[in-house]
Every structure is written in structure tokens, then in C-alpha cells.
């Protein structure tokens, strides 16, 4: 076979496919394995030219040229698309992007000059988790119709700053654009093998044993393990720590993994998986809130992590209130109350999680992992297998999309850890789709008696809201979930009073977790789509209503969170202006409507998960009279851009070249600790970080700079590329300073740290959970075609406007806007991680596939018109705040807000579904 | 990753040696791939020997003569998509064609493979840990049907969206049924009401579809197709409706309706009696587009609400026939 103009031997079994040949045998990793079955186009390669999933398609019968993303370019560097990709920020976690750019290809050697929809259709077949396709579409664009140069530069950076505020690359964006970065399943270990989990048909049972004699001695298998060799309860909550890596005593759903082999290759290691036997005790399972909370219910947990027997089925229970919540709403003008039901979904990174483990000689455990928590699972793997942190090495490579989904220790790290111990050689586990749906974590199903009263003036005087959750049978992040489903709802709207009870029940499902928007996104959708029934109920503008409530910067909500800085009336503002609100709503044709919404989100949690006084965020600079500036940090670059947001605040300091700067992230040998990409805290805690750092090593080069001007440091200016003397006509290049400060000081270095110094969070128990030291605000305006005959919603526009602070890099900004976007219209539109309740079926996933689990193609997603409002928060960098989660909680009340406008039904349960529109149209 | 169980390539020179090969191994045949490898993916099949297809000549291309349109059964769906003389003389075709799947898909698979589509169920697509932890069905290793709740039938649904089409087209297969014998089978007889993979065809399993054709129509011919799926890519149709039509002026002098997505065959309107001979106006629209609704009879063994889909197989015909209607 022919591959990018070379021959290659396909020298493997019959059965394999070209992703496998081209994958584990040509080396050539740039096409992705995602969903196992031609659902999401992450393995797309070119044959003769035509864009060919190559994970349906056997290696032996390619007759054709294959192209994969590694053949696109010349010597004459990247191709247009590839450059293109880069240029316009289309890149995020670049896993799908190397099948894309292939089918984009395909596309302009058909077709030189596409128009949008010819785009969007012949990209349909890619899916993309994290942009939103609004980028890529302008990729594709660019690149059929204008030179992409190099080097590309930056834009213009905000008033004052030389870097900071300017549009520019993405770290790392061509290597994964060229397919040349490297993800966990592309690396490769000598004598690698391969590791498999057997999992659990049964929703709850007990083990009565586990025969795993056959299993071992079948040739090739090296290791096999069970539940009762990794006995240490964990949670990376530490105060619930009620799983374990592999079942012990009960399988508490299906998909719970129960024992887990490594082989020489996974066909063996499936095979030696059927070969182990599993003696289960089938009992009964409780699979939804009203079965769990049932008297009697059988009791997914006899007893918790102390041995204390369990009554109920209720892992966590929280009652706040706040002000005298009955007595407003006695005398309230307007009141809504009602119930409302939030569907589950789950992240859909198109990576699967991947963990690869080797031990060395002197018993140092090396992971590799496709996770966003390096230091929590760092952690963990200390423990579960018992050795000292100080002979534990997490490494994250290239990850594939997280979104939340990949922010805990998972099976397969700690059971690739164990194999490889027993194997004495290294061991890779790689999930199958089905094997990420049941990992899931993904978010909680809730169900709201939800109250919300206001006065004749439209201010909202109470909200009651009782809250359950469906967590699923363990507790991930559940307690903070199930605070998080009360504390981080009032704002930026301002609540005179506040009560929610809130509880997190136990089912015999896939744990939920955090998903984008961790536990808040839920009750938006109650709040916001109530809000509007008060507007109308007043005679209020849905719009007009928001602003009579929107907080002020500086003001505390009721529950006691200070907002250091809001800018959430701007944000209506622009959607106000870029919907073209105030002639069209309430005005369209039937069929189609607008709606708004708004919310507020945390730029991380203002304590770490387990108590302690380090720095949450740590960097360390390395600078040397190359001029190369290497900055180190314990964070993970999930695609959101966190390395490429660390290198502008680096340079802004230095006033370097951004392209100077390399971030060494996600590897906890190298870099000092940062807790992770979790709550959306890294532009904010590691960007103070990296800014302390920045400004230590430029007060070295300053004064060693002035030192040679025999000035002081304070008449030494720092401009792009140079340093001045603020009086006399003397300067000097950026890398000649670094070779006067390295001969001043000797080696160069400095470090900066992160850590929430002041007391935030409200003075109660609980108080802190919800606390952030500042707070994102968006406001979204969706449009949206409903056909009243079939109840098929189509989202047409829609303009989010997100208050980040300060956009250090409005395009990365941008990308998380649209990406969140897109991920919130998929939610309420098509996406539902739903279980079966009825039947002999009563307990399976009803799909768990890409093709069964629909995230929205380019098709279905419309071009997303992202605003950016800066308000600028007093203690962010440079007055920064998040961008990651907090603009997809508006799109699911927006979209059922424009629901109403557009045929009058007020939706309260999601998915909105077209048989529920028509249920609903014909009630 | 998901892993198809070893089998031994087959890769025949020639149809009758495919044919040969067929009849005498525990075999499957491949086309594109883009539905039997899920379905060896999801060990709905372990044949012993996989018959590559694809290198077989002459059973691709376009030949449009002067009573039919002949589609080689290996002839991408991409390229039927693209030709404008199937968008011009079948319309509907072209559009069902395009409806199909994903882009990818589309240029990898084959309209033959397409008609030959495996039916499809929620209970049977899925992996073999899911499908165990269930309980086999009927349609793979099992003994119940989950959809009907009983062991009686299989009714997994015919979920090929040219099928509806080349049925309303009256279309008729070229099979290699044995070394040298070449059956015509009009595409209306090819399925039974059986949805298991042995049995949902009226013609031996070995039989190779070498070439669709497809009548050329009279004068006046106007066809059209319509999906109903969640999203407007990669999806399965939770319904196809299928329209073709002959007006004289304004009369309508013949018309199919074909029905995709519901259980093992396509379904295929018996009489229409009320829409032909007269103008379509709308009372003829709604009593057809009624009587439709009432024919349907959506499963679950597919996606998407049964009473919805029943719904609008009566919204989707009237909205065929109202684009159709001169």
C-alpha cells in the first residue's frame, strides 16, 4: 500500500483495520481512534483522495493512495489548511482536527471556493466537542481564499500592555494541526502490553467470587488483577471515599469493572477477559431518585467509607437559607412555582481516556494519563499502590477534550498501574466509547420544586428551590455537586432571599460528576425560564427584567459571596443590540422566537480540595542567554489554551515574543504543582502565578540592565523586544539583557505561586463550597425555528456576550465561548445520557455510542456570534477572569425562552425534544 | 478499542468465484464496510472468511440507456449523489442517496451495500458486553425479540434509505445468485417480514447484487424524499418517506409511496386509488397524508418516540406531496 507517496507493508492480521496499521504499525498517529465505529471522523484519511474513515475500513483492502495528516505537508512547510487551522484559533484539543482538515481538503480539491453550507456539510461527518465550528468554518474559508502567512503575528494587544489582549496562536495549535503531537494511545513503550477491564452486566449484584484461573493461564495474558488486591477506598473528594478501583464486594452498575488483564495485544486480553467467571447474586437495582428515595428501597451502599451502616439511599443532604424565605414570598407581587426536570448528559471529549503505566527498576511509577487533574491523581496513585509520592510521575500528554470528564483517578490508571507492577512491563489500557459512557462523570441529572416570587418593580424577593440529584452510584465530586447546585445560583441576578435543600441520592447508574459548569448549569434552566414567566406576569421585557435584578460589581450575593466585579449588564447589552431585540421579540412570526438568559460562573474554588496552605498554582521561569524563556507549570492544557495564556503573561512581563516562551506543563516531575483544570481557576490562579514569576525574573534582568547603565532599575522601561532608558538614549536588545542578567545573577530563574489569601465565602457551614475569588457573567440571546408540525426545534442565531475581564487572548476566549455554546445547544437539544427503567432492559445505557449519544454536527450548530465583555476584575491578571464554563449555562434557558416566543409553550423538562414540543403544543 | 473477531480475507477474482466462495465458507460479503465491520465490531457476526468485493470489476458506474438507469452495486453513493443525471431524470434518488449517513460514508459506501443494508434495532447494534448483559436477541445468538416482548418475530427495522426510494422507482436487482445465474428480482420482493440477517431477504444468501436498475420514468415523473432524523448528518432515519409520482398538467396519473424505518421490509403503500386520476388538492393531500399516518406503525426498536413518528409520517407525506404537487 501506498501511504503519503511511501510503501508500506501491511503486515498484519486480517482482521485489523488501516487505523490500527497506520496507527500501531506505520507510526503515523495523526489519525485518531474515537468512537470505535465511523461515528465521530477523528480516523478520517484520505484514499485517492475521497476522506475514508479508516477505522472501518480493513488494511487489506485499501487499493487506493492513502493521504494521512502527516503526508499534507511539503518541504515547503504546512499545508494552507493546516496553517489556516492555526491561524484562526480553529484548533482547541486538535483531536479531531486532523480528520477534519483531511475532509476539508477533500472539499476545496472538489470545490475551490465553498460557501458555508457546502463547508458545514462536508464537514458533518467530523464531530468537534470543543470549538463549536464556528472557526473551523472560518479556517476552511481562509484557507480557500487568502495566503495564511507566516509568521503570523500578533494582533494588537490592549491599551497598555505589549502582548496581553492580542489575538495570536495557540501553543502547540500546528503541531496539531500537522499531527505530530502526540496524545496518550500514540506512545509506545518497549514491551508494551495491553490492558482490558472486565465489566459488570448486572446493575446491582454481589460478587460471590471471582475465578480468574483460566484467565492467567492463557498464553499470552501477563497479568490479571481483581477488586480485592486494590482495597483502598477513594474519592477526589477526600472526605467521601467510597469507591474503589475495581469492584470489591457489589457491582453497583453496569459497566462496573470487576477484574482487568493485560496481555500481550487486546485480542488476548479479550479473550482472557471471557475467560474469567464471575459468581453474582443479581439484586434488585433502584434507577431513578424516586426508586432510591423509596422507604424501603434497596440500598445501593449498606454502609459508608467508616463502616456506618447507610438508612437511605442519600449520600448527601444540604438545607441553606437565606433571609426569610416564606415571608417574602406571602407578600410577593408575582410568583412562579412549578417542576422542573434536568436530563443527564456527558462530556464527549472525542479522546477516550487513555493511561499507560511503567515501573522501573527501582520501583518508580511512571503514568501517562489523558487527564486534567495530574496532581490529584498523582495523589491517589501514591496510595492505591501504596509507595511514596515521591516515586510517582504523572504525566499528561496531548489530551483529547475533557470538559470535567477526565478530572478524577479513573480505573484504568490505577489498574494499568497495578498490571504493569505484575507484568513486569509497561501496560497501556485504552477505553472503547461504550467504557467512556460508563465511566462517565458526567452531569447530574436534577429535579427542582423550584419557587421564585418578585415585588410589583420586578425585583426577585425569594427563590425556593428543592433540589435532587441523581448521582449515580458513587460520589465523585458529589458534595460539592450537591452544594454547587444551590450556592452558585444567586448571581448575577440579585435574590432578596434564598433557601434550597438539596440532596444526592445514590442509583445504580454511572457516576455523575462534573461537566462543564459543574452542578450550576441545572438550575439556570428553572431559574431563567421562571424569570420570564414573572416578566410576563409584571408586564416586563425579559430583558428589562434582568437588569432591574443584575448585581453590581463589588456587591455580595445573598448567600455571601463577594463579586469583586461584574459585567453582566454590558453582556445583555450586547446580545440586546446584536439580536436586534427590541424590534423582534415578542414580534416574529409564529414558529420563531427569541429568548434570553443569563448566569454567573466561579474562576475556581477558593480552597483546594483538600485542606492545606500551599500555593494552588505554582510556576517557575527559566530564562538563559539563548533568549528561549521556559516557563514551568503543573497545570493541564486540556485545548482551552492554558500554555498558550501563561506564555502572553510571561512575555507581557518580559516583554519577550510570546513564540519565545515555552510553557513544560502537565508533567509532575517537571513542574512544580498546580491543581489542575478544574472550576475554570488557571487563567486565574496560574496566570497570577505566571505574572509573579514574570515580574520577579524582569526585576533581575531590569536590574542588572540598569546595573550596567549605572542607573538605577526604576529608569529602565521594558517595550517589546528591548529595554530603554527612560531619560537617555541607551537600550538594549531582549536577549542582551538576559546575557547581562545571566552574567549578574548566574543561572536565571524565578517562581511565582498562587493561593487565596483572604477569607472568602460566606460565614456559615458550607459557606466556602461556591466561593471564588471572582466571578465570570454571560447573557445569551438564542433564536430559534420551531416547526409546529413536528415539533423539530432548529437553533438559528446566537449571540453570546461573556464578561471574562480581561481577554488575554480574545481569540482562545472566543473559542471557549463558541465551544461552550455549542455544547449547551447539543444538551438541550439533542443529547441524553438515559438508562433503560422498563423490562428485561431496565438498567442498560440506551446507547452509549457517538452514533446513539448525538452531539450536534456543523450542521446543526449555527454560526455563534461570541462577544467579549472585559469588565475587569480587581484581582484577576491583569483584571481576568474565567471563560471556560461559565458561557454554556445560558443556552439551555435561552433556547427554552425562545421556544415560548416562537409557538408559547413553556418547556420543563429537557431535551427539548420535538415529541415533547408536540406534547406540549397540543396540551 | 472495539475489536472485530480474526477472520481470513477473501479477496476472488471474479463474481462467480465471490458467488463460489459464499456458498462454500462461513463468509460474509464486504462492500464499503461502513456498516458490516460495526456489525463484526459488535460480534453480531463471526463469520470465518470476509469476501472483499471491492476489487471486483465491472460492477461499478452509471449507465443511464434508453429504458433504465443501471447503477453498479459498487458504485460509491457519493458518485450517484453527484451525477446530475440521476438528479435529473430521479430526483428522489439523489436526494435519499444524500440523506445518507455521513460524508465519509458516503463516499466509502456503496448503493448496493445500501440496499442490501443489514435492518437495524437498539437491541441488536450494540456491543457484545451490552447485548450480554441484556440477554441475546432473537436477531443475533438469542431467543426473544425485546422490541415485542416475545420470541415470535424479529422485527428490527429496514433502515436503508434508498430502499423506500428505489422501491417507489420500481427498481429491479441484478443478483448473481449461483456461478453464472443472474436472477432479476424487483427490489419490492427482495425482503421478507423477518428481520434476522439469514432470513430478511426472499433470495439465497449468497446472492450477489451486481446492478440496480431503475426504470427510466415517463414523462411527468417528479419523486422526492424525505428523512426524519434527530440530526441533519451521520444519523439513521427514525423515518423515510418516499414520493414518486406522474402528472399529466396537473393530474396525477401514477404514485408510490414507500415507507423506511418502521420494521424489516420497506412499506409500501397497496393502493393510492384517492391520488390518482385527480388534481392533488389539499383534501386529496390530508386523506392520503391520514391514511399514512394510520399505515405507519413505528417500533421501538429504533430511535425516537413511536407515536411521534407515526405523527409525522403524515406531515412528512403531506409535505412530499405539496412539494410534488405541479
Not at chain 2, 110 to 138: H, S
Amino acid at each position: 500500500m501506498i501511504v503519503n507517496g511511501e510503501k508500506v507493508e501491511a503486515d498484519c492480521p486480517d482482521h485489523w483495520t488501516l487505523l490500527e496499521l497506520l496507527r500501531y504499525r506505520a507510526g503515523l498517529t495523526g489519525a485518531k481512534q474515537g468512537c470505535d465505529k465511523g461515528d465521530c471522523g477523528a480516523c478520517t484519511v484520505l484514499v485517492d483522495g475521497k476522506p475514508t474513515l479508516a477505522c472501518c475500513t480493513l488494511a487489506k483492502t485499501v487499493r487506493g493512495e492513502v493521504t494521512t495528516i502527516e503526508g499534507l505537508a511539503t518541504p515547503d512547510g504546512p499545508h494552507p489548511l493546516q496553517r489556516a487551522f492555526d491561524a484562526c484559533g480553529a484548533l482547541q484539543c486538535g483531536f479531531c482536527q486532523t480528520g477534519m482538515i483531511l475532509s476539508a481538503k477533500a472539499l476545496l480539491d472538489r470545490n475551490p471556493s465553498p460557501d458555508d453550507a457546502e463547508i458545514r456539510q462536508a464537514l458533518s461527518g467530523n464531530l468537534c466537542r470543543c470549538t463549536g465550528y464556528t472557526k473551523i468554518v472560518e479556517a476552511v474559508k481562509k484557507a480557500a481564499t487568502t495566503q495564511v502567512s507566516l509568521p503570523q503575528k500578533l494582533g494588537p494587544a490592549a491599551e497598555g500592555f505589549h502582548v496581553v489582549g492580542a489575538r495570536g496562536r495557540k501553543a502547540d495549535a500546528i503541531g496539531k494541526a500537522t499531527g505530530t503531537t502526540q496524545y496518550t494511545d500514540d506512545l509506545v513503550r518497549p514491551r508494551m502490553a495491553h490492558g482490558r477491564i472486565l465489566r459488570s452486566p448486572h446493575a446491582h449484584a454481589r460478587i460471590r467470587s471471582i475465578d480468574t484461573s483460566r484467565a492467567a493461564a492463557l498464553e499470552g495474558v501477563f497479568a490479571v488483577i481483581v477488586g480485592s488486591e486494590l482495597p483502598t477506598p477513594y474519592c477526589v473528594i477526600p472526605w467521601t471515599p467510597d469507591e474503589t478501583a475495581l469492584a470489591t464486594d457489589k457491582v453497583r452498575y453496569v459497566g462496573e469493572g470487576v477484574a482487568a488483564v493485560a496481555a500481550v495485544d487486546e485480542d488476548t486480553a479479550i479473550r482472557a477477559l471471557a475467560l474469567i467467571e464471575v459468581d453474582y447474586e443479581v439484586l434488585s437495582a433502584v434507577l431513578t431518585p424516586d426508586e432510591a428515595l423509596a422507604t424501603d428501597a434497596p440500598r445501593v451502599h449498606e454502609s459508608d467509607w467508616k463502616g456506618r451502616e447507610r438508612r437511605d439511599n442519600v449520600c448527601k443532604e444540604v438545607v441553606l437559607e437565606f433571609g426569610d424565605v416564606d415571608a417574602a414570598l406571602g407578600s410577593a407581587a408575582a410568583t412562579v412555582q412549578g417542576h422542573w426536570s434536568y436530563a443527564g448528559s456527558t462530556h464527549g471529549a472525542i479522546e477516550p481516556h487513555c493511561a499507560l503505566a511503567e515501573w522501573d527498576a527501582d520501583g518508580r511509577l511512571t503514568l501517562w494519563s489523558a487527564t486534567q487533574v495530574m496532581h490529584y491523581l498523582h495523589r491517589e496513585l501514591a496510595r492505591q499502590l501504596d509507595v511514596p509520592e515521591s516515586k510517582v510521575r504523572v504525566v499528561q500528554p496531548a489530551i483529547g477534550g475533557a470538559f470535567g470528564g477526565k478530572s478524577e483517578p479513573f480505573d484504568l490508571e490505577i489498574c494499568a498501574a497495578l498490571l504493569a507492577k505484575k507484568a513486569g512491563r509497561p501496560v497501556k489500557i485504552l477505553y472503547t466509547r461504550e467504557e467512556v459512557f460508563y465511566a462517565h462523570r458526567g452531569r447530574h441529572p436534577m429535579e427542582f420544586d423550584f419557587r421564585i416570587s418578585a415585588d410589583a418593580d420586578g425585583r426577585i424577593t425569594a427563590v425556593d428551590n428543592d433540589i435532587v440529584l441523581d448521582g449515580g452510584a458513587y460520589h465523585s465530586f458529589g458534595l460539592v455537586t450537591t452544594y454547587y447546585a444551590g450556592q452558585l445560583l444567586p448571581g448575577p441576578l440579585r435574590f432578596g432571599t434564598y433557601r434550597f435543600r438539596s440532596r444526592r441520592v445514590y442509583t445504580n447508574k454511572p457516576c455523575c460528576g462534573p461537566k462543564r459548569g459543574h452542578g450550576s448549569v441545572q438550575p439556570r434552566f428553572p431559574l431563567e425560564t421562571a424569570i420570564d414567566e414573572l416578566a410576563a406576569q409584571l408586564g416586563l421585557d425579559p430583558i428589562e427584567i434582568r437588569r432591574i435584578n443584575a448585581m453590581e460589581s463589588g456587591e455580595t450575593t445573598v448567600n455571601g459571596q463577594l463579586v469583586p466585579s461584574t459585567g453582566i449588564l454590558a453582556c445583555l447589552d450586547a446580545v440586546e443590540a446584536g439580536s436586534d431585540w427590541k424590534a423582534r421579540h415578542g414580534k416574529l412570526p409564529f414558529g420563531r422566537g427569541l429568548g434570553v438568559a443569563t448566569s454567573m460562573y466561579i474562576s475556581g474554588t477558593a480552597y483546594p480540595i483538600y485542606p492545606n496552605d500551599m500555593p494552588q498554582s505554582g510556576v517557575q521561569i527559566r530564562a538563559d542567554r539563548s533568549g528561549r524563556i521556559t516557563v514551568f507549570s503543573g497545570t493541564n492544557d486540556i485545548g482551552q489554551g492554558s500554555s498558550a495564556t501563561l506564555a502572553w503573561i510571561v512575555a507581557e512581563e518580559l516583554g519577550c515574543d510570546p513564540d519565545d516562551v515555552h510553557v513544560v506543563s502537565g508533567d509532575t516531575q517537571l513542574c512544580p504543582v498546580d491543581l489542575g483544570a478544574y472550576s475554570s481557576r488557571v487563567t486565574y490562579m496560574a496566570g497570577i502565578a505566571a505574572r509573579e514569576a514574570g515580574q520577579a525574573l524582569r526585576a533581575k534582568i531590569m536590574a542588572a540592565v540598569a546595573e550596567h547603565w549605572g542607573t538605577t532599575a526604576s529608569r529602565v522601561v521594558v517595550e517589546p523586544g528591548r529595554l530603554r532608558h527612560a531619560e537617555e538614549d541607551r537600550q538594549v536588545g531582549f536577549v542582551d539583557a538576559l546575557r547581562l542578567a545571566e552574567s549578574r545573577y548566574g543561572v536565571l530563574g524565578s517562581t511565582g505561586g498562587y493561593k487565596t489569601t483572604k477569607k472568602l465565602g460566606g460565614d456559615y457551614r458550607g459557606g466556602t463550597i461556591g466561593a471564588s475569588p471572582a466571578y465570570s457573567a454571560t447573557a445569551h440571546v438564542a433564536e430559534v425555528d420551531v416547526d409546529p408540525d413536528t415539533g423539530i426545534v432548529k437553533l438559528v442565531n446566537l449571540w453570546a456576550a461573556h464578561d471574562c475581564g480581561r481577554a488575554i487572548n480574545p481569540t482562545l476566549v472566543e473559542g471557549q465561548i463558541e465551544g461552550s455554546v455549542h455544547m449547551g445547544l447539543s444538551e438541550a437539544l439533542y443529547e441524553h445520557h438515559d438508562f433503560y427503567l422498563e423490562g428485561r432492559e431496565r438498567g442498560l445505557h440506551r446507547g452509549p455510542s457517538l452514533l446513539d449519544y448525538r452531539i450536534a454536527t456543523a450542521l446543526d450548530t449555527p454560526p455563534i456570534a461570541a462577544s467579549i465583555v472585559e469588565s475587569l476584575d480587581p484581582g484577576g491578571p491583569y483584571g481576568a477572569k474565567e471563560a471556560g464554563e461559565g458561557p454554556l449555562h445560558p443556552a439551555i434557558p435561552a433556547i427554552a425562552n425562545a421556544i415560548h416566543d416562537a409557538v408559547g409553550i413553556r418547556l420543563r423538562t429537557m431535551p427539548f425534544t420535538p415529541d415533547r414540543i408536540l406534547a406540549a403544543l397540543e396540551a | 478499542m472495539l475489536r472485530m473477531p480474526a477472520f481470513t480475507l477473501q479477496q476472488p477474482a471474479s463474481v462467480d468465484e465471490a458467488v463460489r466462495m459464499r456458498a462454500e465458507l462461513d463468509s460474509l460479503y464486504l462492500a464499503g464496510g461502513t456498516d458490516l465491520l460495526v456489525n463484526l465490531k459488535h460480534h453480531l457476526q463471526r463469520p470465518a472468511h470476509v469476501i472483499d468485493l471491492r476489487g471486483l470489476p465491472g460492477l461499478d458506474g452509471i449507465e443511464v440507456g434508453a429504458d433504465a438507469i443501471r447503477i453498479g452495486a459498487l458504485t460509491p453513493l457519493a458518485t450517484v449523489e453527484r451525477d446530475a443525471r440521476v438528479r435529473d431524470i430521479v430526483p428522489g434518488l439523489a436526494e435519499a442517496v444524500a440523506s445518507i449517513a455521513g460524508p465519509q460514508h458516503r463516499e466509502m459506501g456503496t448503493l448496493g451495500g445500501n440496499v442490501m443494508l443489514d435492518t437495524r434495532c437498539l437491541f441488536y447494534n450494540q456491543t457484545e458486553a451490552w447485548r450480554t448483559a441484556l440477554g441475546k436477541c432473537l436477531k443475533a445468538d438469542g431467543d426473544w425479540c425485546h422490541v415485542i416482548g416475545s420470541p415470535k418475530a424479529c422485527v428490527a427495522a429496514q433502515s436503508s434509505d434508498s430502499v423506500p426510494m428505489l422501491t417507489a422507482l420500481g427498481a429491479v436487482l441484478e443478483l448473481r445468485t449461483a456461478p453464472g445465474e443472474v436472477r432479476e428480482v424487483a427490489l419490492a420482493d427482495l425482503f421478507t417480514k423477518d428481520g434476522r440477517y439469514d432470513r430478511m431477504h426472499t433470495v439465497p444468501r449468497e446472492s450477489l447484487l451486481e446492478a440496480i436498475r431503475i426504470p427510466r420514468p415517463a414523462a411527468g415523473h417528479r419523486s422526492t424524499y424525505r428523512k426524519v432524523r434527530s440530526r441533519q448528518a451521520v444519523d439513521f432515519p427514525q423515518l423515510g418517506v418516499a414520493v414518486a409520482a406522474t402528472f399529466d398538467g396537473r393530474t396525477c396519473t401514477a404514485v408510490e409511496i414507500v415507507l423506511g424505518a418502521l420494521l424489516p421490509s420497506p412499506r409500501q403503500l397497496p393502493t393510492l386509488d384517492e391520488a390518482i386520476g385527480v388534481e392533488w388538492t389539499d383534501a386529496v393531500v390530508e386523506a392520503v397524508a391520514d391514511r399514512v399516518r394510520r399505515f405507519a406503525r413505528p417500533q421501538r426498536s429504533i430511535h425516537g418516540d413511536p407515536a411521534w413518528r407515526r405523527h409525522l409520517a403524515g406531515v412528512e407525506t403531506r409535505r412530499a406531496m405539496l412539494y410534488l404537487r405541479p
